[in-house]
C-alpha cells in the first residue's frame, strides 16, 4: 500500500497553568476510571494523532515499488502542485517489458484528457516515426518526464522534473529497455541533466542509469515540441 503518513505526538490545547501528563508506553492502555480521575484532576494527556503527510514518499522508497504500487502512488501524487490543474495523470503506456523505451516531455491537452502518453497529432507523429524504424506503439513502452500537464502547455519548472524523476527512474529499472529515445530538448536535458542544446546532441549516443542505457536524443516532433498545445 502507499505510505502517505507517519506518527506524530500532539499536544492537546490547554491553558498554561495545566499540568500535562507524559506517559510511558504501560500508561497507554489506562482504563476509562483512570482517565476520567485524571482529568477531575486537571491532568490532560499526550495523544498519537496519525497525520497525512502526501509528500512522505522518499526516492528509496520508490526505487521499491512495483508496478501496481507505483501507479497508485503518481496517481495520488500531490508533490508539485500540479494536481490542482490537472485532469488526471498521465502515467505511460506500452510493453512493460519493452526494449525502446520512449520518453517525451509532459502531457498535452490531450494527454491530460485520456491519461495516455503521446495521443492526437503528436501521438501520430510519433507512430509514423515508429514506423520508420520498424515498431509498432505497442512494441515500446511511452513515458513523460512530467506525470501531470502544465497549465497552458508551459515548460516544465526544474523542480517539477525532480519531484517526478524518482517516477520515472523506477519505471526504466522496472522496464530494463536496451535504448531510450529522448524526444525533444526538454525530454533530453532533463533526463541527462544536461544544459547542451539539442542540435549539438544529434548524433551522439548517450547513457543513462546505473546500467548504462544508451540514449539517443530525437528532435521534437511536430513543430514544437511533443506536446499537443491549444
Known sequence: EIYMGDWSSDVCSSDLSA?????????????AQQNDHLEQLGVQRYALRSTTVPEGITPNEVALMDWATLKRQVAACTRCGLQTTRTQTVFGVGDENAEWLVIGEAPGADEDAQGEPFVGRAGQLLNNMLKGIGLERSQVYIANILKCRPPNNREPRPEEAAHCTPYLERQVALIKPRIILAVGRIAAQNLLQTDTPIGRMRGRVYHFGPGSIP???YMEIGRASCRERV
Do not use: I
Open 215 to 217: 540514449v539517443v536524443v
Open 19 to 31: 499540568r500535562h501528563f507524559d506517559p510511558r508506553p504501560g500508561d497507554l492502555s489506562m482504563g
